[in-house]
């Protein structure tokens, strides 16, 4: 029997020139990053990007918005993109619009979106190291109110930004106690505007990332996503031997990632078979 694997694909709907002063994001206007900025992308091309990610087999397709949070433009936007995909395309939605009320992501929910990724990125001590615009409760917050509206949940992190192995602890035993659906393990990809003295994440130190997060959370789908491509290239067999169950297929918000025929001929060398539903 085929071991299963799940992908994922991303949009960035709406990119950069974002408030906030996160210090590993390019989308961040602080950090003076040299990335596309828009305020909308053209249904039309996310229609065909969400086609491609099909093709692509991956099962769940996430718009994403930069930002702190939804506002009443962003959500009408986000809904309407939500509605048309759902009405050509067979995938599972996620949206990733940051900070966002109860009753935003109910909004959401009637749309069509199926699951909410929010990250939670870090420990709650180590957060006031990365971002000073806003608090790491309010992302936490978040991601309840998500499962409170009967999305599913996504959230996750970034490793490698200077945290320490007790902030990965603490990081952990918060994530276990939101219990998401998936989870999100990014590595941070260094970028000359951005200015973090982290650590570089080898790939025995992904490894281990992996196999403690799993050990916590063992209900929980992790999956690799931004930073894959550094710390394990192309061998993608180390990260699910580790516990991950999933994994990003194409480009990120505003990095490239690998060719997806490439990624789809590595899995399948290693018999995998991508999932066709998130629930299998
Ligand atoms: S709020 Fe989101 S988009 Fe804005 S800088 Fe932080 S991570 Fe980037």
């Known amino acids: 029997?085929?071991?299963?694997?799940?992908?994922?694909?991303?949009?960035?709907?709406?990119?950069?020139?974002?408030?906030?002063?996160?210090?590993?994001?390019?989308?961040?206007?602080?950090?003076?990053s040299d990335i596309d900025k828009?305020?909308?992308?053209?249904?039309?091309?996310?229609?065909?990007?969400?086609?491609?990610?099909?093709?692509?087999?991956?099962?769940?397709?996430?718009?994403?918005?930069?930002?702190?949070?939804?506002?009443?433009?962003?959500?009408?936007?986000?809904?309407?993109?939500a509605k048309e995909v759902k009405k050509r395309t067979d995938i599972m939605l996620i949206a990733c619009n940051g900070i966002a009320s109860y009753e935003q992501l109910k909004e959401?929910?009637?749309?069509?979106?199926?699951?909410?990724?929010?990250?939670?990125?870090?420990?709650?001590?180590?957060?006031?190291?990365?971002?000073?615009?806003?608090?790491?409760?309010?992302?936490?917050?978040t991601c309840q109110d998500a499962k409170k509206a009967g999305l599913m949940l996504c959230a996750g992190g970034i490793?490698?930004?200077?945290?320490?192995?007790?902030?990965?602890?603490?990081?952990?035993d918060s994530l276990r106690s939101l219990e998401p659906f998936s989870s999100p393990i990014n590595f941070f990809i260094p970028s000359k505007s951005l200015k973090v003295d982290g650590e570089k994440i080898t790939k025995q130190k992904g490894v281990e990332i992996i196999k403690k997060v799993k050990k916590a959370l063992p209900s929980t789908k992790l999956m690799v996503a931004g930073g894959r491509e550094l710390v394990f290239g192309e061998d993608l067999g180390s990260m699910f031997k580790a516990g991950a169950e999933a994994m990003v297929i194409g480009d990120y918000?505003?990095?490239?990632?690998d060719e997806p025929c490439r990624d789809l001929r590595i899995l399948n060398n290693l018999g995998f078979e991508p999932q066709s539903s998130c629930h299998e």
């Not at 992908?7 to 990119?15: H, P, T, V």
């Not at 930002?67 to 809904?79: A, N, P, Q, W």
């Not at 939670?120 to 615009?133: A, G, L, V």
């Not at 918000?253 to 990632?257: A, F």
Request: net charge neutral.
């Open 1 to 32: 029997m085929s071991k299963k694997v799940m992908l994922c694909a991303i949009s960035n709907i709406s990119s950069g020139n974002c408030s906030e002063d996160c210090s590993f994001c390019t989308q961040s206007a602080h950090n003076d």
């Open 38 to 81: 828009f305020k909308k992308k053209p249904v039309e091309q996310i229609l065909k990007e969400a086609s491609i990610a099909k093709q692509n087999k991956a099962v769940g397709f996430c718009l994403v918005t930069s930002g702190k949070g939804l506002d009443d433009r962003k959500l009408e936007f986000v809904t309407n993109v």
């Open 108 to 141: 959401l929910k009637k749309a069509g979106i199926d699951s909410y990724n929010h990250n939670i990125e870090t420990s709650e001590s180590f957060y006031k190291t990365i971002c000073s615009t806003h608090d790491w409760h309010d992302r936490y917050k």
């Open 159 to 172: 490793f490698g930004l200077g945290e320490s192995e007790e902030d990965r602890s603490e990081y952990i």
């Open 253 to 257: 918000l505003t990095s490239k990632g």
